[in-house]
């Protein structure tokens, strides 16, 4: 079973600060996302990473691609009220004679920046 | 309108109750999803299916069924509510060889 697991679970920092949030598996992932979720909505992806080492940012969020494939960060630089919320890595999984049809999730990281 | 519709979006049902609930789509994608949100559990898995003939069991399918009544409909029962079952339910969609997946806006269900 290919797991991902996700921290920290929970994180309150003022605005301004920076922080990194970590997606981590013991398998290989062809190529994992990350999902950001708002009280009373759906997941939302803000970014698939595919190349082992890659890097890809998004304005103030930066995320990275293990160069193994196993793991994956989500940096945000100066944080804003603005960015609170769930963050939720997952990655493809196999499902029956299917190649990666099903999306496995981590636990997800709580994130509130305040004021 | 949504892309991925949900239906009710807030439920209370008593326990030993039958409940549907429903996701309608738009996007024209084949492949459809039910996931469960627990507090620090992520998404998890219910059923899944690629197309109107093919039904999968994911992780914690025990005590649900479903339904894929066409292309753009897929619908998540629970034959008799238990309190346990007390969570967010999401229904997602992806397109066959694509990678994002693209989530309704969640049924909250509470069984009391």
């Known amino acids: 079973t290919q797991l991902l697991e996700q921290s920290p679970q929970f994180l309150s920092i003022q605005e301004g600060e920076n922080l990194t949030v970590y997606c981590n598996s013991s398998?290989?992932?062809?190529?994992l996302q990350w999902y950001r979720q708002e009280p009373g909505e759906g997941p939302v992806l803000l970014v698939t990473?595919?190349?082992?080492?890659e890097v890809k940012k998004l304005k103030r969020l930066t995320f990275q691609f293990g160069d193994a494939r196993k793991d994956s960060s989500l940096h945000i630089t100066a944080a804003q009220p603005g960015d609170t919320g769930l963050y939720l890595c997952a990655g493809p999984t196999n499902a029956g004679g299917t190649s990666y049809g099903k999306l496995t999730f981590g636990q997800g990281t709580i994130l509130t920046v305040h004021p | 309108d949504a892309d991925v519709t949900q239906t009710p979006r807030n439920r209370i049902t008593k326990t030993g109750k039958r409940i549907m609930l429903e996701c309608s789509q738009t996007?024209?994608?084949?492949?459809m999803y039910w996931y469960r949100q627990d507090p620090g559990l992520g998404l998890r898995l219910i059923y899944y299916s690629f197309d109107v003939k093919d039904i999968n069991k994911g992780e914690i399918s025990d005590g649900y069924s479903v339904s894929r009544q066409a292309q753009a409909k897929f619908s998540l029962s629970l034959e008799s509510a238990i309190p346990n079952q007390t969570a967010l339910y999401f229904c997602?969609?992806?397109?066959?060889?694509?990678?994002?997946?693209?989530f309704g806006q969640g049924t909250r269900l509470t069984v009391v």
């Open positions: 997602a969609t992806r397109r066959t060889g694509g990678v994002e997946a693209f």
């Open positions: 996007k024209g994608h084949d492949r």
């Open positions: 990473v595919v190349t082992g080492g």
């Open positions: 398998s290989v992932f062809s190529s």
